[in-house]
């Protein structure tokens, strides 16, 4: 197996990773997303809580494009989101993204899982595919998996071979939709350690999670949503010591009990 | 076994025992599936007193009463006699091969066997090499057996800048040109497109040399028999399953023209009987082209088969693309596949091994409806087998019977392949991909 000479880490090359201004959305004539707005840095760990239909999967799924919002401005290091699909595409290679669902393609073994976008998108020969998809499965402890079909694994394997197909395609944004609602209790703190790694080495990333505990370690602000709206955004010292709305102190005696 | 004090001793996983002893012998399987109650047992003696009332005559008709080898009908006539293999015997050339010219049987042979090996390459699982078979099967082959099989060249004159004009030189010219491109690329490693040019050069040398083998030209008029059944299903299996395929996409797409196309195809041809499709080939083909491209006579039910399967076959494949989840298709995307590339290596893998059995169940089906091109005029194995019990020197009631008894069986034992394939292909691709 070729050992993978030319590959980095990808880094946000502006100083904002992720810019929304003043963004809307609609299902229908539900107004999901209601003036959203967001910056965050270069390197920047953020997560969004909140109670769920809050929008808060709704507005990360408006970073990578799974979503088309309707008003207002996106820009995702530097290029705008606007429907134009080269546009989107570029954005796509940059932004990785996990499911709560694991969403691994079933027909494909974990190996093939992590070498199909960076062969067929970034056309990597598949030597060097492969020796990437290894560094990174190794990096999320499940190497030896990797010729075993995703239904054969335990949802938290499962979860970390969909951080480590992300991370194949060298992303410089990492998105992560409740890594770990889907779970079994035994499995989450796996799930955590792996992200917790990945904010170690300097990812963008950001998380909607439930986990207090990590959002408290790894996050430098913590967004909170309800209905649609950002109703706080803070450092987590202020946030689960002194939060400023009433509102979320509701949410907090809730979630921290 | 005591248990174990758990309050004091550390906890130890209990070896784990053997399974209780499923199978008791002969006498324990009747009793769990034959006899496991009053109703079951009443229906195992009705059943076996059927068979026994059933089969014995069955297989005296079939086998000991039958006659195997005979003149003429003579014999057969006789009171009391069975199957008349004699008969299927004397008319197994004509079944097979129609009114096609005796002395020219090697080109159908040859065109048959090689198409066999061809598609049990393609099929075998375990085989070597599937590209180049893929290329011999859907990209030479069809041009070498047209060859044969009509003794014409094997190029379309609908292609010719005029009608009229002389094949041979314009595929020779065509060629040199072709090649002129052809060469290049290959120089400069592109090797796909370089490919594809030089397979046409090849194409046009072939055409423009055919006439060197002497082959006589034999028209459509004289085919017939399981040769032109299994040209139909084939032809029909062949094209069914991608242009189903595009149909079942187009259906789904984004776009309002292509989306509405599709439907509005799909929706027209299921709607209709298959011999109005035929019928309407038939007579309407002709009326859309010139009459010196109108397509043979052959030609025009081979589309209509196509077409008519590809519609089901559509609704077939769009069956099995709803039922991958959402997820996927998100997942596709966020990865950065395009949609092209989405579908090819995520959505339809999986949308087409889910649904293989109504894939398989579509081209069992295909294969029994190509009996219906009869009613144009194509001598198909049915029609031949119809048409011969008419012969005096073989007519007879239980001859007429057989005949019919060797059309049930070649249609039972082609279906039944495919049945049997499916469920191997089945098994394959589910295992390891569950848990």
Redesign the interface.
């Known amino acids: 197996m070729a050992t993978a000479t030319n590959f980095r880490p990808r880094q946000v090359t502006n100083a904002n990773a992720i810019e929304m201004i003043g963004v809307h959305k609609w299902f229908d004539k539900f107004h999901v997303l209601k003036d959203i707005n967001l910056t965050v840095r270069a390197g920047e760990k953020i997560v969004i809580c909140g109670p769920s239909g809050s929008g808060k999967s709704t507005l990360i799924r408006c970073i990578n494009r799974l979503e088309a919002h309707q008003r207002g401005r996106i820009i995702v290091d530097g290029t705008e989101l606007v429907e134009d699909l080269k546009r989107i595409d570029a954005v796509r290679r940059d932004v990785g993204m996990v499911f709560q669902q694991f969403n691994l393609f079933p027909h494909l073994t974990v190996l093939e899982n992590c070498t199909l976008a960076p062969v067929w998108v970034n056309r990597l020969p598949k030597a060097e595919a492969d020796a990437i998809a290894m560094h990174y499965l190794t990096r999320v402890r499940i190497p030896e998996q990797a010729g075993k079909y995703p239904l054969q694994l335990s949802g938290g394997q499962q979860q970390r071979v969909a951080i480590a197909r992300a991370l194949c395609m060298s992303p410089k944004i990492m998105l992560f939709d409740e890594p770990t609602s889907a779970l079994d209790p035994e499995m989450v703190k796996e799930v955590l350690d792996t992200m917790m790694q990945l904010a170690k080495d300097g990812m963008t990333m950001i998380c909607v999670t439930h986990e207090m505990n990590f959002a408290r370690e790894v996050a430098d602000k913590i967004v909170f949503m309800d209905r649609g709206e950002i109703v706080e955004a803070n450092t987590p010292e202020r946030f689960f010591s002194n939060p400023v709305q009433e509102r979320t102190r509701l949410f907090l005696a809730q979630v921290l009990r | 076994m005591s248990v174990p004090d758990r309050t004091t001793s550390p906890f130890e996983p209990s070896a784990d025992l053997p399974p209780p002893p499923m199978m008791r012998g002969t006498w324990g399987w009747m009793r769990e599936n034959l006899f496991s109650s009053l109703p079951s047992a009443f229906l195992t003696v009705g059943c076996l007193f059927l068979l026994a009332w059933f089969l014995p005559g069955l297989i005296r008709y079939l086998f000991i009463d039958a006659i195997w080898s005979a003149a003429d009908g003579e014999p057969c006539r006789a009171p009391g006699a069975g199957a008349c293999w004699a008969y299927v015997n004397a008319k197994l050339t004509f079944f097979t091969y129609g009114a096609y010219p005796r002395d020219q049987l090697w080109r159908v042979n040859t065109v048959m066997a090689s198409g066999g090996i061809l598609a049990v390459w393609l099929l075998w699982p375990a085989a070597k090499g599937k590209g180049l078979a893929a290329l011999l099967f859907f990209a030479v082959f069809p041009i070498v057996a047209f060859g044969l099989l009509t003794g014409r060249t094997p190029f379309p004159s609908l292609l010719l800048p005029s009608p009229g004009s002389n094949i041979e030189w314009w595929a020779f010219r065509a060629a040199i040109g072709v090649a002129a491109v052809a060469l290049p690329l290959l120089a400069l490693q592109r090797f796909w497109l370089g490919g594809v040019l030089l397979f046409l050069v090849a194409w046009f040398m072939a055409a423009a040399h055919w006439r060197l083998l002497g082959l006589t030209r034999i028209d459509t008029d004289l085919w017939g028999g399981i040769f032109v059944s299994l040209l139909v299903a084939s032809v029909g299996i062949v094209f069914s399953l991608p242009c189903g395929i595009l149909l079942a996409l187009g259906r789904r797409s984004r776009l309002p023209i292509i989306r509405f196309l599709s439907i509005v195809l799909i929706e027209i041809v299921r709607g209709v009987p298959l011999i109005t499709v035929l019928f309407m080939a038939n007579t309407m083909l002709p009326l859309f082209v010139p009459d010196a491209w109108s397509p043979d006579r052959l030609l025009r039910p081979l589309i209509g088969v196509a077409l008519f399967s590809s519609v089901y076959m559509a609704e077939v494949v769009r069956g099995g693309l709803e039922a991958v989840?959402r997820?996927?298709y998100?997942?596709?995307?966020?990865?950065?596949?395009?949609w092209r590339?989405m579908m090819m290596?995520?959505a339809l893998?999986?949308a087409l091994?889910a649904v293989i059995p109504g894939i398989v169940n579509s081209f069992i089906a295909l294969f029994k409806d190509t009996t219906l091109v009869a009613i144009v005029g194509i001598f198909d194995f049915l029609r031949a087998v119809d048409t011969q019990r008419l012969d005096p020197a073989w007519a007879g009631p239980s001859i007429s019977a057989t005949g019919y008894i060797f059309a049930a069986a070649f249609y039972f034992v082609f279906c039944f392949a495919m049945s049997r394939y499916s469920q191997m292909m089945e098994r394959r691709?589910a295992a390891?991909?569950?848990?």
């Open positions: 989840p997820g996927q998100e997942a596709a995307m966020a990865v950065g596949l395009n590339r290596l995520v893998p999986q091994t691709h390891g991909r569950k848990r």
